[in-house]
Protein backbone atom coordinates (compact mmCIF):
# COMPACT_ATOMS: atom_id res chain seq x y z
CA UNK A 1 0.00 0.00 0.00
CA UNK A 2 1.44 3.54 -0.67
CA UNK A 3 -0.29 6.93 -1.17
CA UNK A 4 2.03 8.38 -3.86
CA UNK A 5 5.36 7.73 -5.47
CA UNK A 6 7.10 11.26 -6.25
CA UNK A 7 8.50 11.62 -9.63
CA UNK A 8 9.46 14.90 -10.81
CA UNK A 9 9.61 16.40 -14.19
CA UNK A 10 11.81 19.41 -14.40
CA UNK A 11 13.90 19.50 -18.45
CA UNK A 12 11.46 17.83 -20.30
CA UNK A 13 7.67 18.21 -20.34
CA UNK A 14 7.26 14.45 -20.66
CA UNK A 15 9.87 13.21 -18.78
CA UNK A 16 11.67 12.94 -14.93
CA UNK A 17 15.62 13.23 -15.13
CA UNK A 18 16.45 9.32 -15.66
CA UNK A 19 13.87 9.67 -19.00
CA UNK A 20 10.90 8.19 -17.06
CA UNK A 21 7.53 9.52 -18.23
CA UNK A 22 3.55 8.45 -17.41
CA UNK A 23 3.95 5.29 -20.06
CA UNK A 24 7.11 3.84 -17.85
CA UNK A 25 4.74 4.74 -14.68
CA UNK A 26 1.61 3.40 -15.85
CA UNK A 27 3.45 0.11 -16.99
CA UNK A 28 4.61 -0.36 -13.54
CA UNK A 29 1.64 0.15 -11.49
CA UNK A 30 -0.27 -1.95 -14.25
CA UNK A 31 2.21 -4.75 -13.65
CA UNK A 32 1.87 -4.37 -9.64
CA UNK A 33 -1.93 -4.39 -9.97
CA UNK A 34 -2.67 -0.56 -9.97
CA UNK A 35 -4.25 -0.45 -12.68
CA UNK A 36 -6.70 2.45 -11.80
CA UNK A 37 -4.32 4.58 -9.05
CA UNK A 38 -4.20 8.13 -10.18
CA UNK A 39 -1.10 9.83 -11.04
CA UNK A 40 -0.24 13.01 -9.86
CA UNK A 41 2.64 15.56 -11.42
CA UNK A 42 3.85 17.51 -8.67
CA UNK A 43 6.35 20.29 -8.16
CA UNK A 44 8.14 20.37 -11.16
CA UNK A 45 8.88 23.81 -13.22
CA UNK A 46 11.33 25.25 -15.07
CA UNK A 47 13.16 29.16 -14.49
CA UNK A 48 13.51 32.29 -16.76
CA UNK A 49 16.72 34.25 -16.49
CA UNK A 50 20.00 32.52 -15.17
CA UNK A 51 22.17 32.27 -11.74
CA UNK A 52 25.34 30.59 -12.15
CA UNK A 53 25.69 30.56 -7.51
CA UNK A 54 22.59 28.51 -7.85
CA UNK A 55 23.00 25.24 -6.21
CA UNK A 56 21.24 23.84 -8.99
CA UNK A 57 23.07 23.89 -12.32
CA UNK A 58 20.12 23.83 -14.79
CA UNK A 59 19.67 27.56 -13.55
CA UNK A 60 23.03 28.62 -15.30
CA UNK A 61 21.04 27.71 -18.55
CA UNK A 62 19.86 31.46 -19.51
CA UNK A 63 16.15 31.01 -20.83
CA UNK A 64 13.74 33.73 -21.63
CA UNK A 65 10.34 34.20 -20.09
CA UNK A 66 9.26 32.92 -23.63
CA UNK A 67 11.11 29.32 -23.31
CA UNK A 68 9.61 29.05 -19.78
CA UNK A 69 6.14 30.15 -20.68
CA UNK A 70 6.24 27.64 -23.77
CA UNK A 71 7.54 25.09 -21.17
CA UNK A 72 4.48 25.77 -18.73
CA UNK A 73 1.82 25.39 -21.27
CA UNK A 74 3.14 21.91 -22.98
CA UNK A 75 3.57 20.70 -19.70
CA UNK A 76 0.23 21.30 -18.25
CA UNK A 77 -1.84 20.37 -21.38
CA UNK A 78 1.02 17.29 -22.53
CA UNK A 79 0.09 15.71 -19.11
CA UNK A 80 -3.81 16.34 -18.33
CA UNK A 81 -4.41 15.08 -22.21
CA UNK A 82 -2.70 12.03 -21.01
CA UNK A 83 -5.08 11.28 -18.44
CA UNK A 84 -3.41 13.86 -15.41
CA UNK A 85 -5.94 15.15 -13.45
CA UNK A 86 -3.88 17.08 -10.86
CA UNK A 87 -0.55 18.98 -12.16
CA UNK A 88 1.28 21.14 -9.69
CA UNK A 89 4.01 24.29 -11.01
CA UNK A 90 6.72 24.94 -8.06
CA UNK A 91 5.97 28.39 -7.21
CA UNK A 92 3.67 31.16 -8.16
CA UNK A 93 6.09 33.51 -6.92
CA UNK A 94 9.70 33.40 -7.24
CA UNK A 95 11.23 32.18 -3.75
CA UNK A 96 12.59 33.45 -1.38
CA UNK A 97 15.77 31.59 -1.01
CA UNK A 98 18.42 33.60 -2.59
CA UNK A 99 20.13 30.91 -5.55
CA UNK A 100 17.79 28.29 -4.15
CA UNK A 101 16.45 25.70 -6.51
CA UNK A 102 12.95 27.57 -6.91
CA UNK A 103 14.55 31.11 -6.97
CA UNK A 104 13.76 32.00 -10.79
CA UNK A 105 10.93 29.29 -11.23
CA UNK A 106 8.26 31.58 -9.89
CA UNK A 107 5.40 33.23 -12.21
CA UNK A 108 5.78 36.28 -10.67
CA UNK A 109 8.92 38.25 -9.72
CA UNK A 110 10.29 39.01 -6.09
CA UNK A 111 12.61 41.69 -6.54
CA UNK A 112 15.44 39.86 -6.03
CA UNK A 113 18.34 40.84 -6.99
CA UNK A 114 18.06 44.61 -6.39
CA UNK A 115 20.93 45.06 -8.77
CA UNK A 116 22.78 47.54 -6.10
CA UNK A 117 25.47 44.77 -5.36
CA UNK A 118 25.02 42.20 -7.58
CA UNK A 119 26.66 41.38 -10.94
CA UNK A 120 24.44 41.11 -13.46
CA UNK A 121 27.06 38.99 -15.40
CA UNK A 122 26.06 35.66 -12.99
CA UNK A 123 22.76 36.09 -12.54
CA UNK A 124 19.62 37.77 -14.59
CA UNK A 125 17.38 39.34 -14.79
CA UNK A 126 19.51 42.30 -12.47
CA UNK A 127 18.62 44.44 -11.55
CA UNK A 128 14.84 42.36 -11.58
CA UNK A 129 12.46 43.90 -12.81
CA UNK A 130 10.11 44.20 -9.73
CA UNK A 131 8.35 42.42 -6.88
CA UNK A 132 4.91 41.69 -7.75
CA UNK A 133 5.58 42.13 -12.19
CA UNK A 134 4.31 38.81 -13.86
CA UNK A 135 5.92 36.84 -16.31
CA UNK A 136 4.88 35.62 -19.63
CA UNK A 137 4.25 32.24 -17.92
CA UNK A 138 1.82 33.82 -15.58
CA UNK A 139 -0.43 35.60 -18.19
CA UNK A 140 0.02 32.47 -20.36
CA UNK A 141 -1.00 29.98 -17.28
CA UNK A 142 -4.07 32.49 -16.82
CA UNK A 143 -4.99 32.39 -20.30
CA UNK A 144 -4.83 28.88 -21.00
CA UNK A 145 -6.85 28.32 -17.85
CA UNK A 146 -9.74 30.14 -19.42
CA UNK A 147 -9.54 28.94 -22.67
CA UNK A 148 -9.67 25.35 -21.18
CA UNK A 149 -13.17 26.37 -19.80
CA UNK A 150 -16.35 24.33 -20.51
CA UNK A 151 -13.78 21.59 -22.49
CA UNK A 152 -13.97 17.74 -21.16
CA UNK A 153 -10.64 16.70 -20.96
CA UNK A 154 -11.48 12.62 -19.87
CA UNK A 155 -12.80 12.42 -23.74
CA UNK A 156 -9.26 14.43 -24.73
CA UNK A 157 -7.39 12.29 -28.01
CA UNK A 158 -3.97 12.70 -28.58
CA UNK A 159 -3.82 12.73 -31.98
CA UNK A 160 0.01 12.82 -32.43
CA UNK A 161 2.33 12.28 -29.63
CA UNK A 162 5.34 14.23 -31.15
CA UNK A 163 5.10 11.56 -34.47
CA UNK A 164 7.39 14.34 -36.57
CA UNK A 165 8.09 16.52 -33.51
CA UNK A 166 4.23 17.52 -33.52
CA UNK A 167 1.94 17.00 -30.71
CA UNK A 168 -1.67 17.58 -31.77
CA UNK A 169 -4.58 17.04 -28.80
CA UNK A 170 -8.32 17.44 -29.54
CA UNK A 171 -10.85 18.02 -27.13
CA UNK A 172 -14.25 18.24 -27.24
CA UNK A 173 -16.17 21.31 -25.59
CA UNK A 174 -19.90 22.41 -24.35
CA UNK A 175 -21.93 23.75 -27.24
CA UNK A 176 -20.61 21.54 -30.00
CA UNK A 177 -17.37 23.16 -30.24
CA UNK A 178 -14.09 21.66 -30.45
CA UNK A 179 -10.72 22.61 -29.25
CA UNK A 180 -7.43 21.27 -30.27
CA UNK A 181 -3.71 22.36 -28.50
CA UNK A 182 -1.32 22.13 -31.18
CA UNK A 183 2.86 22.66 -31.04
CA UNK A 184 5.83 21.64 -33.20
CA UNK A 185 8.80 20.78 -31.14
CA UNK A 186 11.58 22.91 -32.84
CA UNK A 187 14.48 22.35 -31.51
CA UNK A 188 14.87 18.59 -33.13
CA UNK A 189 14.73 20.62 -36.38
CA UNK A 190 17.19 23.70 -36.13
CA UNK A 191 17.48 24.22 -39.82
CA UNK A 192 13.82 25.51 -40.06
CA UNK A 193 12.46 28.03 -38.62
CA UNK A 194 8.62 26.67 -38.64
CA UNK A 195 6.75 24.03 -40.41
CA UNK A 196 3.58 23.77 -42.43
CA UNK A 197 0.82 21.05 -41.42
CA UNK A 198 -3.00 20.16 -42.29
CA UNK A 199 -4.99 19.95 -39.73
CA UNK A 200 -8.76 17.77 -40.39
CA UNK A 201 -11.28 20.13 -38.46
CA UNK A 202 -14.56 18.43 -39.53
CA UNK A 203 -17.69 20.22 -40.60
CA UNK A 204 -16.55 23.04 -38.61
CA UNK A 205 -16.58 26.54 -40.98
CA UNK A 206 -14.51 28.54 -39.55
CA UNK A 207 -11.83 28.00 -36.99
CA UNK A 208 -9.94 31.08 -34.25
CA UNK A 209 -5.82 29.92 -34.21
CA UNK A 210 -4.39 31.86 -31.25
CA UNK A 211 -1.05 31.37 -30.13
CA UNK A 212 -0.72 30.07 -26.64
CA UNK A 213 1.90 32.73 -25.60
CA UNK A 214 1.57 36.53 -25.64
CA UNK A 215 3.43 38.45 -27.71
CA UNK A 216 5.91 40.34 -25.98
CA UNK A 217 9.22 39.23 -24.98
CA UNK A 218 8.21 40.02 -21.42
CA UNK A 219 5.27 39.89 -19.26
CA UNK A 220 5.85 43.31 -17.40
CA UNK A 221 4.71 45.34 -20.49
CA UNK A 222 1.15 43.68 -20.16
CA UNK A 223 -1.20 45.64 -18.84
CA UNK A 224 -3.37 43.19 -16.34
CA UNK A 225 -7.17 44.07 -17.69
CA UNK A 226 -6.25 43.92 -21.23
CA UNK A 227 -3.93 40.89 -21.34
CA UNK A 228 -6.63 38.90 -23.63
CA UNK A 229 -4.99 41.40 -26.35
CA UNK A 230 -1.61 40.20 -26.30
CA UNK A 231 -2.24 36.89 -27.70
CA UNK A 232 -2.26 37.02 -31.46
CA UNK A 233 -5.47 35.19 -33.31
CA UNK A 234 -6.66 34.65 -36.71
CA UNK A 235 -9.55 33.72 -38.31
CA UNK A 236 -9.49 30.61 -40.62
CA UNK A 237 -12.44 29.29 -42.98
CA UNK A 238 -12.13 25.36 -43.51
CA UNK A 239 -12.34 24.93 -47.33
CA UNK A 240 -13.22 20.97 -47.19
CA UNK A 241 -12.72 20.49 -43.94
CA UNK A 242 -8.55 20.97 -43.61
CA UNK A 243 -7.30 24.22 -42.00
CA UNK A 244 -3.40 24.88 -43.26
CA UNK A 245 -1.24 25.60 -40.45
CA UNK A 246 2.32 27.53 -39.87
CA UNK A 247 3.91 26.14 -36.89
CA UNK A 248 6.79 28.47 -35.65
CA UNK A 249 8.24 27.94 -31.87
CA UNK A 250 5.17 29.07 -29.86
CA UNK A 251 2.06 26.45 -29.21
CA UNK A 252 -1.36 27.10 -30.50
CA UNK A 253 -5.48 26.42 -30.12
CA UNK A 254 -7.20 26.09 -32.90
CA UNK A 255 -11.08 26.65 -31.59
CA UNK A 256 -13.90 25.50 -33.91
CA UNK A 257 -17.37 27.10 -32.86
CA UNK A 258 -20.72 25.24 -35.28
CA UNK A 259 -22.57 26.86 -37.55
CA UNK A 260 -25.15 29.23 -36.39
CA UNK A 261 -29.01 28.27 -37.26
Not at 140 to 154: D, N, P, R, V
Not at 157 to 162: A, F, I, K, Q, Y
Not at 199 to 212: I, K, R, S
Not at 238 to 253: D, E, N, Q, S
Amino acid sequence: FFDYHDFNVFRSYTTNSRGKGLPFFREMLSKAGFDTKPIVVKAGATHSGFDLAARNRRLSEPQTEREQAQYLVKRFVYQAAHGVRVILWGDVREDEERHGTYSHNGLIYNGVPSGRNDDPNTESPCPDPGDGIKKLAYFSFKFLIQKAQGTHWERAEVLSDRVDDLFICRVPAREGRMFWIIWWDYWNQTARSSVEMDLEVGNYPEVTVTEAIPSPETGRVIKPEQYQSYFPTERHTVPGGKVKLRLGKTPVYVEGMPEKR
